[in-house]
């Protein structure tokens, strides 16, 4: 199935797509974080891995500033009570895109590791608008390509482990393309699911109120989850993960 996806989605994007690129940030504090996750990876000892951008990040904190002013909670006290116990890492960077992780990966993140599970959600930065142009830094086409590539190559390298695919989360009010984008990624991700190594997970409806708003208690910025939104994404994923794990 990973195989078909990647035909299809190249069949889709029939020129250099920068998703599918592996490349670093130039920015030192960027490297930095990238240096320590591979000092942590040859620790060893980690049974789940969480990989991706600042959503996955800020699992690690209590009070965050949010783009729109002010403050909010993380998600650390959640993440101490569901995920340390179970021996987790987080290698997630705010900012990221689907070509950073996968030059994370390729450039020792996890060659010393053998996690049985890896949570994995990327790809919303990629559908973040150009400050400069007004469109998107990825379609929707290049996006899932990207992850494709992503994903095979997280195979790879911990061949043993399970990976649990999450479908990007929900951003922006109702009728926002990034709503309608999402979509249409998530539909095609979905297809990497093998059933045996690659396992995918939409949770995104769970954030939603019926009449589909993102409330500000849970998104605040529309984008990023405050500690009741990251018990949302805990209770959510923590039976499949346990699952996983077995």
Same mark, same amino acid.
């Given at each position: ?10 069949q889709?994007?029939?020129?250099a ?10 920015e ?13 990876a ?7 891995l ?23 909670t993380?998600?650390?006290? @959640?993440w ?5 116990p ?13 070509q ?7 450039n ?9 599970v890896?949570?994995l ?5 990629n559908?973040?608008?150009?400050? @400069?142009?007004g ?22 390298r @911990? ?7 999450l ?11 990034y709503?309608?984008e999402?979509?249409?990624v ?11 190594? @690659?396992?995918?997970?939409?949770i ?5 109120q ?6 500000k208690?849970?998104?605040p910025?529309?984008?990023h989850?405050?500690a009741?939104?990251?018990q949302?994404?805990?209770d ?6 346990a699952?996983?794990?077995k």
């Open positions: 199935m990973l195989g078909l996806c990647l035909a299809v989605s190249a889709a994007v029939p020129y797509n920068s998703a599918a690129q592996a490349t670093p940030k130039p030192a504090g960027w490297m930095k974080r990238h240096q320590d996750f591979v000092q942590i040859k620790q060893g000892g980690i049974n789940v969480f990989i991706g951008d600042s959503i996955t990040d800020y699992w690690r904190t209590d009070v965050r500033g949010i783009p729109t002013g002010g403050t909010t993380g998600g650390k006290a @959640v101490d009570r569901y995920f340390a179970l021996h987790a890492a987080n290698f997630g960077i705010s900012g990221d895109r689907i950073n992780v996968l030059w994370r990966v390729k020792g993140e996890i060659d010393n590791l053998s996690p049985k890896v949570v959600m990327i790809g919303t930065n559908l973040s608008r150009d400050k @400069v142009t469109r998107p830094n990825n379609q929707p086409a290049e996006v899932v390509m990207g992850t494709a590539i992503l994903v095979r190559e997280i195979r790879a @911990v061949p043993f482990a399970k990976i649990l695919l479908g990007i989360f929900p951003r922006g009010q109702k009728g926002d393309p709503r309608g999402i979509t249409r998530n539909a095609r991700i979905a297809k990497l699911d093998d059933g045996k190594h @690659v396992h995918y997970l939409d995104g409806a769970k954030f939603l019926r009449d589909g708003a993102l409330s208690d849970i998104m910025d529309l984008l989850p405050t009741k939104g990251y949302i994404w805990a959510a994923i923590k039976d499949p993960v699952q996983l794990l």
